[in-house]
């Protein structure tokens, strides 16, 4: 805390934490506790991030073993994000989406927000993705790996694909789940068909649920629909993949480039 305070006040770039929440032992006192140590520390940003594991994860070994508590169920994860965001509009924190908050306007959440819509990210470094004229690609997700391709002079692309001409939809989907308000106006028609008419019996079901609020050019996210954000998008996603009639074949152990780069966001976010 002493170290990122010192980094914070130096005003020389935005300083922001990730804070983890559902990890074992961390109870809603322990997570709050969390939360005022952010404040404290002066950084100007923060994500707020669930924890989540596989099952052979060494974390879930422990827990097997009986030297570790098991993680926070969903619906306790869920309660400690509620309680994230009321801390965050009880001090004032400026939300970004649906996992990040900025105290001040040193930080902007430029990275975050971008590389969610069709923009052109340059991917730099091992585990690195990005999209670049219309191909998406990522880096040996290992460091070792990475490394050994800079060493040997080969390439340190591990994954490469062309991406499908629906991507601007699918990323306009993604970008506006994470914003926390799907637009009409900001999302890429389908086959010239209004993607948001496309969605609205799938957004009326949800809405039906309490994951959201339907306006009539808004998808405005509960918190509920907010802590599913990711999942929401995901269900867009497969929605409009339904009607895709020329969906192309991927080389065998590749994924579509949107879902590659859906991978990679999931995996960054845990």
Same mark, same amino acid.
């Given at each position: 805390?002493?170290r990122?305070?010192?980094?914070?006040?130096?005003?020389?770039?935005?300083?922001?934490i990730?804070?983890l929440?559902?990890?074992?032992?961390?109870?809603?006192?322990?997570?709050?506790?969390?939360?005022?140590d952010?404040?404290?520390?002066g950084a100007h940003?923060v994500?707020?991030?669930q924890?989540?594991?596989g099952?052979?994860?060494?974390m879930?070994e422990?827990?097997?073993?009986?030297?570790?508590e098991?993680p926070?169920?969903?619906?306790?994860?869920?309660?400690?994000?509620?309680?994230?965001?009321d801390?965050?509009s009880?001090?004032?924190v400026?939300?970004l989406?649906v996992n990040?908050?900025?105290r001040?306007?040193?930080e902007?959440?430029?990275?975050n927000s971008v590389?969610?819509t069709?923009?052109?990210?340059?991917?730099?470094g091992?585990?690195?993705?990005?999209n670049?004229g219309?191909y $998406?690609m990522?880096h040996?997700?290992?460091?070792?790996?990475?490394?050994?391709?800079m060493?040997? $002079?080969k390439t340190t692309i591990?994954?490469m694909?062309?991406q499908?001409?629906?991507?601007?939809?699918l990323?306009?989907?993604?970008?506006?789940?994470?914003?926390g308000?799907v637009?009409?106006s900001?999302?890429v028609?389908?086959?010239?068909?209004?993607?948001?008419d496309?969605?609205?019996p799938?957004f009326?079901v949800?809405?039906r649920?309490?994951l959201v609020?339907l306006?009539s050019?808004y998808?405005?996210?509960?918190i509920?629909?907010?802590f599913?954000?990711?999942?929401?998008?995901?269900?867009a996603?497969a929605?409009v993949n339904t009607?895709?009639t020329?969906k192309?074949?991927?080389p065998?152990?590749?994924s579509?480039?949107?879902?590659?780069?859906?991978q990679?966001q999931q995996?960054?976010?845990?």
């Amino acid at each position: 805390m002493e170290r990122v305070s010192q980094l914070a006040s130096r005003d020389e770039a935005p300083i922001v934490i990730d804070l983890l929440y559902g990890l074992p032992y961390q109870t809603l006192e322990v997570f709050e506790q969390d939360l005022k140590d952010f404040m404290e520390t002066g950084a100007h940003g923060v994500d707020l991030y669930q924890l989540v594991v596989g099952g052979s994860a060494p974390m879930m070994e422990l827990v097997q073993k009986g030297r570790s508590e098991s993680p926070a169920s969903s619906a306790e994860k869920a309660a400690m994000y509620e309680l994230g965001v009321d801390f965050m509009s009880k001090h004032f924190v400026k939300q970004l989406s649906v996992n990040h908050w900025a105290r001040d306007n040193r930080e902007r959440s430029q990275y975050n927000s971008v590389a969610k819509t069709f923009a052109e990210v340059l991917p730099l470094g091992a585990g690195a993705g990005g999209n670049i004229g219309g191909y $998406g690609m990522m880096h040996h997700r290992t460091l070792d790996a990475y490394m050994e391709a800079m060493r040997s $002079g080969k390439t340190t692309i591990a994954m490469m694909s062309k991406q499908s001409r629906y991507e601007p939809v699918l990323a306009s989907l993604k970008a506006g789940f994470d914003s926390g308000v799907v637009r009409r106006s900001m999302l890429v028609d389908f086959e010239g068909e209004d993607t948001f008419d496309l969605l609205t019996p799938l957004f009326k079901v949800w809405q039906r649920n309490g994951l959201v609020e339907l306006h009539s050019d808004y998808l405005e996210l509960t918190i509920a629909g907010s802590f599913w954000a990711v999942t929401l998008a995901q269900g867009a996603i497969a929605a409009v993949n339904t009607m895709i009639t020329d969906k192309p074949k991927m080389p065998k152990g590749m994924s579509h480039p949107h879902a590659m780069q859906e991978q990679k966001q999931q995996t960054d976010e845990n």
